[in-house]
Each structure stands twice: as C-alpha cells, then as structure tokens.
C-alpha cells in the first residue's frame, strides 16, 4: 500500500518564526489531506489538497502530485500553533486515508 | 466545531468486557469512517460505512464490528476488550464515498485496564 512519510518528525520554533513540514507518498493519490491535531486530542482539518496551492491565513498548502509530496507552509507562527500536524492519503475508489506519523510542532512565547 | 459528534468522551472498563461508541455525522454527510490512534500505530483506519451500506475496511479485528443506522448515525462495537486496545477513537464523516474532505469528531478515549 502507499506509504507515507513527513518531516521533520519534531520541530520547536520561537514565536513569529516560520517554518516548513513536508509530507512525501509513494504513489499516486486522488485524496490529501493536512491535519492539526491540538494539544487537547482535536484533529482539525486544515486543507483538502490533492493537487495545487491553497491558502488560509497564516497557514498555506502546496502539493505537487506528479512528484509525490505536499508542503504546509505556517507563517508568524504563534504558541497555538503548537501540536502534531498530520498528512493523511486517500488513493483508492473509497475514503480511506492514510496517515503519517505526523511532525510535532512546539512554538515557545 | 466539525459537526461531527462523538459519545462517550472517555470510557474506561475491564479487559474482557464490551463497548459500545457512537458517531453522528455531519447534516448531510453520507459517508462514516471510524479510525485509531494509539501510540505504538499511529492513527489507522478501520471501517467506512456509505449510505448504510459498508464501502471499505481496514486492519480491523474480529472482535471489532461497527454499522450504520438507517438515520446515518454510526456505532462501533468493541468486544473481549484486551489491554492493547487502549486508544483514541475518531469518527470523521464526509459527503460522498471517497475523494472529499474528511471532518473528524472529537474522539473517544478508550482504556482498558
């Protein structure tokens, strides 16, 4: 099955710095998502992405899907910020996703 | 909020033992997934239920089965609990059966002690 992969697994940043979390699978996919998860538990969608850039505030998304990876970019980052930020794959005729292992955000004030 | 809710928040019972977890979905949203997240896998998908009908499967156990009610309302049923079976369960839900945004409900903390 598609295997994918995200990086770094762990990132601490200051407050108002940016930063960079790539997401790269292994095949060909027809559904990609990006997650936050919050220090609570609360997995929030933040983008359906399976191709080309989209944007929401402070938060951007790009997947190339020819070459097999996504990017979240997060700008002026702030201490809500912090979490676990995951890339989840769809490639079949049905919803299934899967997840990577997820990169662990910590902003520090 | 995703609209999507989940009951019961937190659940704690005895190996052994059987539990039930409820999903509603979104208004409108046809499609009902259930998912684990424990520390030693990850987040991993079980079941997907569309219009009632069951539309994929994942790594799910055999004591594990789960439906979807004629109202679109989902439960998963979870028997002869193991210790290992101590983990986060998320239901998301979604308006059609595969290529669509997927919104999660806040989960169900399950142990088993």
């Known amino acids: 099955g598609i295997q994918v992969e995200q990086s770094p697994p762990d990132l601490i940043l200051q407050e108002g710095a940016n930063s960079t979390l790539r997401c790269n699978f292994s095949?060909?996919?027809?559904?990609l998502q990006w997650f936050h998860q919050n220090p609570w538990g609360q997995l929030i969608n933040l983008f359906y992405?399976?191709?080309g850039t989209k944007q929401n505030g402070r938060l951007s998304a790009t997947t190339v899907a020819t070459e097999r990876y996504s990017l979240l970019y997060i700008s002026s980052s702030q201490t809500t910020d912090s979490g676990v930020y995951f890339c989840?794959?769809?490639?079949?005729?049905?919803?299934?996703?899967?997840f990577g292992q997820g990169t662990t955000l910590q902003v520090k004030p | 909020d995703s609209g999507v809710t989940q009951t019961p928040k937190h659940l704690i019972t005895a190996t052994g033992q059987r539990v039930t977890l409820r999903c509603s979905p979104r208004?409108?949203?046809?499609?009902v997934y259930w998912y684990q997240q424990s520390l030693d896998q990850g987040l991993q998908f079980l079941i997907q239920?569309?219009?009632?009908?069951?539309?994929a499967k994942g790594n799910i156990l055999e004591r594990f089965s789960a439906q979807q009610f004629p109202d679109l309302h989902s439960e998963l049923n979870l028997s002869s609990l193991e210790l290992g079976d101590s983990a986060l369960y998320f239901c998301?839900?979604?308006?059609?059966?595969?290529?669509?945004?997927?919104?999660f409900g806040p989960g169900t903390r399950l142990t088993v002690l």
């Open positions: 998301a839900s979604s308006a059609s059966w595969a290529t669509d945004t997927q919104y």
């Open positions: 095949d060909s996919v027809n559904n």
């Open positions: 992405i399976p191709s």
């Open positions: 989840a794959v769809g490639s079949s005729n049905t919803g299934k996703l899967i």
């Open positions: 208004s409108g949203d046809l499609s």
């Open positions: 239920y569309y219009n009632g009908e069951e539309r």
